[in-house]
């Protein structure tokens, strides 16, 4: 089996307070796409395309080596992921779509996702427990219910897919429709979702919170 990275990384870095596309501050030096792609490469991906703000190429060009494709993202996730795939090339078997924004993602919880695609699952996603007590809230912001967290999971990426599976799931979603993630992409189109383990390294740098804590696991 070979597989293609997709990693999004076309998103802005409003909610990071960054003046520059969040896939590009600096973790220990490095932007985070670029922790994003080894990770991808280290756990046994073969090749990656990465979705990047059209204005922004020539900095990603800079950043990332020269095997890394480089395609133009979208105005939403959805867009963007399915860019990369159309550009994908044709050889791979597998998709792996990942977050610019997961920079340390372990490379064992990519080869978990690809071992689990190799024994036949069409989609794979890796998920963590959910350790709050979780609930819901009216528009006042009063607890209406308490949600039984036994079965509830937090969905990490990347994400992996039979590539027959994506492309067609993507081909049947209306242009325009965004959804939060790839998983929600197939399941549209009526197929099921395998999980395995993720891992809290996994941690998607979202606020600048995030990316400090990013920067103590990395000795910065
Ligand atoms: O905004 P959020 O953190 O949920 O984005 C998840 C990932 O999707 C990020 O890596 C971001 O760069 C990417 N993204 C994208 N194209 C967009 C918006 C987000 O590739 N238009």
New binding site residues.
Partial sequence: MSAVGIV????SGSRLGADLP??LVPLAGRPLVVWAVESLLAGGVAEVVV?VPAADRAAFAAALPGTVQLVD?????T??VRAGLAAAGPAADAVLVH???RPLTPPEVVARVLAALATGAPAVVPVLPVVDTTVVVDEAGTVTAAVPRASLRRVQTPQGFDRAVLVAAYAALEDGVEL?DDAAVVRAAGVAVGTVEGDERAA?V?VPHDLHLAGLQVGR
């Fill in positions: 999004a990384a076309a998103g969040k896939a979705a993202g979208g105005a939403t996730r867009a963007s977050d610019a924004a939060t998607k979202t």
